[in-house]
């Protein structure tokens, strides 16, 4: 099997830019709507399944997300759950001050996920 490299996707109006390193920084922020959202998520849930980090860090900057890329989103998060060489996974979720929706959505996230601790950072 190959080495894992680092992924990058370059973002567009409607989908985003994503910056996964291989030493556990992982990065995704833009617009999440793209017309076929597994055209975005399947490589990303095949990267996440490959990753060997101790720690990881997933900054989140969406400033718009859909919900089919809502679900996609946290089924990546669910797929770096049960990565088992993964033994600390922190999210960094920005939000706008005044987009109680985006951050509602973070704590759902969180609710449901047991291994992920997250850090919610607001942007005025």
Known sequence: METLGNLKIEGTKSSP????????NLKIEGRAMPDNVMYIFDPLFAWVERLNAKKVV???NLEYLNTSCSMQLFALLRKLEENNSIEEL?????YEEDDEDHYDTGLFYEEKLSRTKFIYLAAA
């Open 58 to 60: 997933f900054d989140i």
């Open 17 to 24: 830019t994503v910056s996964f390193h291989t030493d556990g």
């Open 90 to 94: 922190t999210v960094k979720w920005h």
